[in-house]
T-cell receptor, first 114, second 112 residues
Framework: AQSVTQLDSQVPVFEEAPVELRCNYSSSVSVYLFWYVQYPNQGLQLLLK??????LVESINGFEAEFNKSQTSFHLRKPSVHISDTAEYFCAVKGGNAGNMLTFGGGTRLMVKP | DADVTQTPRNRITKTGKRIMLECSQT?????MYWYRQDPGLGLQLIYY???????NKGEISDGYSVSRQAQAKFSLSLESAIPNQTALYFC???????????FGEGSRLTVL
């Protein structure tokens, strides 16, 4: 079965510093990749996705992620974080051994400090 | 108003009680899902439905049942709640492949 590993459960960072949230998945077969964000007391919402084409995808609020097929990774980055980016971030994979369902990683809590 | 609405948002109950969590959506999507969120485990799929006549078990369906009353409504039941079902439950919808999910705000269930 497909597995998704988010290597860091918590990432503390100071405001305006860069951040990388790591995500690795197990299947090397064609997959769709997603990052979701969950703000406190809210449901998850889509941040960005890779379906095909350019391996670098961007969100409207400055996050980007790069699909690396050889390393089966889809790390999320932002060059300068804001307090408002404090949230939990989930990587998810669809396809490969997971078939038609999304498989989620365990989540990474990003804590931005002033 | 939210596109995906879950009720109740919070519920405390006792072991052995029957609980129903309800989900309704105004997005017009055929596909609906119930997930469970536990700290450090991400989201685990309980049940999903691709249309009114289609119900499928997810990875952790034991102890749960669902009903798809209409395209817009998908409810999750715990026939006899137990403490390890204490969790945050999310309903989600999607329009079809490749399947971006749209989530409700969650229902926090505590079983004492």
């Amino acid at each position: 079965a497909q597995s998704v590993t988010q290597l860091d459960s918590q990432v503390p960072v100071f405001e305006e510093a860069p951040v990388e949230l790591r995500c690795n998945y197990s299947s090397s077969v064609s997959v769709y990749l997603f990052w979701y964000v969950q703000y406190p007391n809210q449901g998850l919402q889509l941040l960005l996705k890779y379906l095909s084409g350019s391996t670098l995808v961007e969100s409207i609020n400055g996050f980007e992620a790069e699909f690396n097929k050889s390393q089966t990774s889809f790390h999320l980055r932002k060059p300068s974080v804001h307090i408002s980016d404090t949230a939990e971030y989930f990587c998810a994979v669809k396809g490969g051994n997971a078939g038609n369902m999304l498989t989620f990683g365990g989540g990474t809590r990003l804590m931005v400090k002033p | 108003d939210a596109d995906v609405t879950q009720t109740p948002r919070n519920r405390i109950t006792k072991t052995g009680k029957r609980i129903m969590l309800e989900c309704s959506q105004t997005k017009g999507h055929d596909r609906m899902y119930w997930y469970r969120q536990d700290p450090g485990l991400g989201l685990q799929l309980i049940y999903y439905s691709f249309d009114v006549k289609d119900i499928n078990k997810g990875e952790i369906s034991d102890g749960y049942s669902v009903s798809r009353q209409a395209q817009a409504k998908f409810s999750l039941s715990l026939e006899s709640a137990i403490p390890n079902q204490t969790a945050l439950y999310f309903c989600a919808t999607s329009p079809g492949p490749p399947g971006e999910l749209f989530f409700g705000e969650g229902s926090r269930l505590t079983v004492l």
